[in-house]
């Protein structure tokens, strides 16, 4: 007791970052904390109390506290009142009921025939539900975006769900009124017109993340050779979009290209849906532009960091139960941290080679994510760096080529819209290709499962390692690249 007397009266010289680090980080972790333990509004108020009274003292080691605990006190406030919302659905389970919501994703049909899709601003007995409900319905012609009533059987959800319905009754309420949503489809027809499968789905994959389309076989193929994360709607996606618009605006000026790449940022989320990872891609990416529209840097950490707040805390079910959001930031955080680290210790100050970038970049968000889905899947991919050092470089040809496909396909006739269409379906076949070739040996993907404690064990190593390289580096936190750069 006395040595932490000691502690809190010396007086420690903490940047302002640290702070705000310490009370994110704690924030989060009392967030996620709610969902295992149940404090109880009492006690929230207690560590809230508890805060208000440190923030007397002036201490740089008891501000610290401070910010530890107020960060806590949000998170598990937060979570009370999501998770109330959320064990609403334990009172209708088993039960059959009528409800309403809105179609969250492109409908796709099961081994069954069924249409599987998932609704979300779910209404049932007059009120407003949180979360989401998969339902499987052999209704045909539902999708994205309508409002529906589903009738049926309500079950326990899984992961993202929060409740489901296998046999459901489903019917149309309408259909929205979006110019958007009639645009996209307009889009997908065109380049399905033009380009053979799976380059056709694969293109629209790069674009704007329909991974659903996918042939089952090709999808299966994407996971062994540990190319997944190029067809969904991610951070990798929209960050390619966000450099080109930004560099060719900003030739005329800097608020021109903040405001068309927020317009760009808008309409891909509108485009591919608000997915855990999207909605993170999002956050961040507002965040560097508002930061490089200022002539601001955020440090890596700290951009990660309030990404995850930001996108936790409106919606804590992401951090909950969507591995999706889990597995976003870890590869993003080995992106922006560990690439750039390991960069300057291997190569200094001298850009490495494209592809040794690729290399880098793909080994980083490998390490930080392979823990975590070696505890969920069991699964690794022994082909995934050879993989993506061949496949990744060319994403963004593929997306260009993909786009003046499908706009060729919209305004021109069949014969020169195909004409144009050749360079996507050769950059495409090629992707494939590889792809294929990736997957098909017997050892390109292993079972190996892990424990919760191991997989701990193996974040805290990378946690020593990261702070290693960062000592001997000597590569300066507001050095690190930014997001839009």
Request: net charge positive.
């Amino acid at each position: 007791m006395i040595g932490i007397l000691i502690i809190m009266n010396q007086k420690v010289s903490l940047r302002r970052t640290t702070v705000i680090s310490v009370s994110l980080v704690a924030f989060l972790v009392g967030l996620f904390s709610v969902k295992y333990v149940n404090f109880g509004l009492p006690v929230v108020l207690a560590v809230g109390l508890l805060g208000a009274f440190f923030v007397l003292r002036r201490n740089s080691v008891v501000m610290l506290i401070l910010a530890c605990l107020s960060g806590l006190t949000l998170g598990m406030w937060r979570g009370q009142h999501m998770l109330v919302q959320v064990l609403q659905y334990n009172k209708y389970i088993g039960s059959k009921v009528v409800m309403t919501g809105r179609v969250q994703d492109d409908p796709v049909y099961d081994s069954k025939g069924r249409q599987d899709f998932r609704i979300s601003s779910v209404k049932l007995d007059g009120q407003s539900m949180a979360g989401q409900v998969r339902i499987k319905t052999h209704t045909n012609g539902l999708r994205r975006g309508d409002l529906v009533q589903v009738y049926g059987r309500l079950t326990d959800g899984f992961g993202n769900y929060q409740a489901s319905m296998y046999f459901a009754e489903a019917s149309l309420v309408r259909h929205p009124k979006n110019p958007i949503e009639s645009l996209r489809r307009k889009f997908f027809a065109s380049v399905y017109s033009v380009l053979p499968e799976p380059q056709a789905s694969l293109g629209l994959g790069f674009l704007v993340g329909l991974r659903s389309a996918l042939p089952d076989d090709f999808d299966k193929q994407l996971q062994i050779a540990g190319l997944t994360h190029i067809v969904v709607a991610s951070g990798f996606n929209l960050t390619i979009l966000v450099r080109l618009s930004r560099r060719l605006l900003a030739k005329y000026s800097r608020y021109q290209a903040l405001v068309g790449s927020m317009l760009l940022v808008s309409m891909f989320l509108a485009v591919t849906g608000a997915s855990a990872s999207m909605v993170r891609a999002s956050v961040v990416t507002v965040l560097s532009l508002l930061a490089w529209q200022y002539g601001r840097r955020f440090q890596p950490v700290m951009i990660v960091l309030l990404g995850a707040v930001l996108t936790a805390g409106f919606n804590p079910l992401f951090i909950w139960f969507d591995i999706g959001w889990w597995l976003s930031f870890l590869a993003f955080a080995g992106v922006l941290i560990l690439a750039p680290l390991l960069t300057a210790r291997y190569f200094g100050k001298k850009s490495p080679p494209l592809l040794l970038q690729v290399a880098v970049e793909t080994l980083s968000a490998q390490v930080m994510a392979v823990p975590l889905i070696l505890f969920t899947f069991g699964n690794l991919s022994l082909v995934a760096l050879l993989a993506n050092i061949v496949v990744v470089p060319l994403i963004p040809i593929a997306m260009l080529a993909t786009f003046v496909a499908g706009v060729a396909g919209l305004a021109l006739s069949g014969g020169l819209a195909a004409w144009l269409a050749v360079p996507a379906q050769l950059v495409l076949s090629y992707v494939v290709a590889a792809t294929r070739f990736f997957a098909q040996p017997s050892w390109a993907q292993r079972s190996f499962h892990i424990g919760a404690i191991t997989m701990t064990a193996l974040y805290v190593a990378i946690s020593v390692i990261v702070i290693v390289l960062r000592k001997r580096s000597g590569l300066e936190p507001n050095k690190l690249p930014s997001v839009v750069e």
